[in-house]
């Protein structure tokens, strides 16, 4: 009779996936920068377990669990899922709107919609997030960064990439050119962004539709030294695909494109549908 000790039997077990290391932070500050828009600063000695990214669309993963289950980072993720999967902390995605390594913390923007229970888990906790308390993060992933040598930018997105979008314009080198539209549901949630100067901010104020339509009269014919940025919701994220990579024809190694969130669901069923058909962008 073979045990699951058994050098026979086990070398036959798939390899169990090392754990994400957890980063413990604290709040220490929140400022409401937009009537939408509230940024948390997060810091502390968990710090230095982040896996530093210098990726402008970095992102982190909040692990948060219920107040009600009296649990308390760092969590043991794999006891909880055999044992009291009901009390698995959600897990949501941030992007990391500044690192700040001398001081040990990063900001992270959240956009609030809603109220009580419609307002979304991540949501609700940072808006009732006080100094001093705790969040377990894992981290941080990332894949673009504007090319120094990309002579025209094009940035796309909406309020969930506005934190990657004003990295990005940030981290530019001063004689960049190109144009960032950022669709907004508000006109009064706009922000003062530091930009190259030649680089074109246009809010667009309304209906996402309209996003697409202004990503349309762009004139994208020259692809050389052109390098774009598009994030925004996933059916829209698949209409603006048509628009660059199908009509402009721009190679797809030259565009960074994914959808950061999908109308009418929360993001455990958005991450589950990426693997299906429906979740698909590049198709």
């Known amino acids: 009779m073979q045990?699951?000790?058994?050098?026979s039997r086990s070398a036959d077990l798939p390899a169990k996936r090392p754990a994400r290391p957890q980063a413990v932070l604290e709040v220490q500050a929140k400022t409401r920068i937009s009537p939408r828009l509230l940024r948390l600063t997060l810091g502390g000695e968990g710090f230095?377990?982040?896996?530093?990214?210098?990726?402008?669309?970095?992102?982190?993963k909040l692990?948060?669990?219920?107040?009600a289950s009296g649990l308390h980072p760092?969590?043991?993720?794999?006891?909880?899922?055999e044992q009291s999967p009901e009390l698995l902390p959600t897990r949501r995605t941030y992007t990391v709107r500044r690192?700040?390594?001398?001081?040990?913390?990063?900001?992270?923007?959240?956009v609030l919609h809603g109220e009580g229970e419609d307002s979304g888990v991540a949501a609700?906790?940072?808006?009732?997030?006080?100094?001093?308390?705790?969040?377990?993060?894992?981290g941080a992933g990332g894949g673009y960064t504007p090319e120094p040598d990309t002579r025209?930018?094009?940035?796309?997105?909406?309020h969930a990439a506005l934190p990657?979008?004003?990295?990005?314009?940030?981290?530019m080198a001063a004689d960049a050119t190109g144009i960032a539209l950022v669709h907004l549901e508000h006109e009064e949630d706009r922000l003062e962004l530091r930009r190259p100067e030649g680089l074109e901010l246009r809010w667009v104020i309304g209906t996402r539709e309209e996003l697409v339509e202004q990503v349309r009269d762009l004139d994208l014919e020259d692809h050389e030294g052109l390098q774009v940025f598009c994030h925004v919701e996933r059916g829209v994220t698949k209409q603006l695909r048509q628009v660059l990579v199908k009509d402009a024809g721009i190679p797809r190694e030259q565009i960074s494109i994914s959808a950061y969130w999908a109308l009418g669901r929360i993001e455990d069923q958005f991450q589950a549908e990426k693997r299906e058909a429906v979740g698909k962008i590049d198709g």
């Open 74 to 81: 760092p969590y043991d993720l794999e006891a909880l899922r």
């Open 124 to 138: 609700r906790w940072a808006d009732e997030a006080q100094p001093g308390d705790l969040i377990a993060l894992n």
């Open 63 to 67: 692990l948060i669990a219920d107040p």
């Open 152 to 158: 025209r930018h094009v940035l796309i997105g909406d």
């Open 48 to 60: 230095s377990a982040l896996r530093r990214s210098e990726s402008t669309d970095a992102y982190v």
């Open 99 to 110: 690192w700040d390594d001398e001081h040990q913390r990063i900001d992270i923007d959240v």
């Open 3 to 7: 045990t699951a000790t058994d050098p």
């Open 164 to 171: 990657a979008i004003a990295s990005a314009l940030e981290s």
